[in-house]
């Protein structure tokens, strides 16, 4: 992987990895995949010096493909902790957990949720919406057994309404003497 890390991708990886206090002090490899966006690896049974791989495609690297790859490790590690916050397993469970996690995560669309395509063709004026459904649906998680069917449903309602103009200017009228 060292040929293929790019200046940007350690950057990346940097950054993603501060969002991840729970994978301190853990050792990570990461390698590289053409076959996908990027893959985790995680050990059959639990070992106290567990090898923990994330494979990344360097060359479409983005904070969400690393932060959904690292928070598979998140969820194989809450998994084997007493205690420690459980994070489900899955790979649309992945995608609310790492939007949820950091604003940082939100630079592209997440591949496993379901999207109307009017919030992923236009993701960067949906993501700050969809990254608080995502975190309202982890709250409703403890009471609501179909969260993911509720958020997928909501998400659906984005995609229904129209995008207002972010900005939010309006054309300035001056009072003219005239």
């Known amino acids: 992987m060292k040929r293929r890390l790019t200046r940007r991708a350690v950057i990346m990886l940097e950054a993603a990895l501060r969002q991840f206090p729970e994978l301190d ?10 076959a ?8 059959r049974r639990p070992e106290p010096e567990a090898k923990l ?12 493909t690393i932060g959904h790859e690292l928070t598979h ?11 420690a916050a459980r994070i489900p397993g899955g790979e649309k469970q992945c995608d609310v957990w790492t939007l949820a996690r950091s ?4 630079d592209d669309a997440p591949g496993y949720l379901k999207l109307p395509r009017a919030v992923r063709e236009n993701w960067p004026k ?19 057994r179909f969260y993911l069917k509720w958020l997928e449903a909501e998400i659906k309602q984005l995609g229904r309404r129209p995008l207002s103009d972010a900005s939010g200017r309006k054309q300035l009228s001056l009072p003219w003497d005239g």
Request: aromatic residues 4%; charged residues 20%.
């Open 25 to 34: 002090g853990k050792k990570i490899t990461i390698g590289h995949t053409r």
């Open 36 to 43: 996908h966006l990027g893959s985790a690896l995680l050990p």
């Open 53 to 64: 791989t994330i494979r990344l495609k360097v060359r479409k690297l983005t904070y969400n």
């Open 73 to 83: 490790l998140a969820q194989w590690l809450s998994r084997q902790s007493a205690g």
């Open 103 to 106: 604003r940082l995560f939100c």
């Open 126 to 144: 949906h993501a700050a919406s969809v990254r608080a459904l995502c975190i309202a649906a982890i709250r409703k998680r403890k009471t609501h």
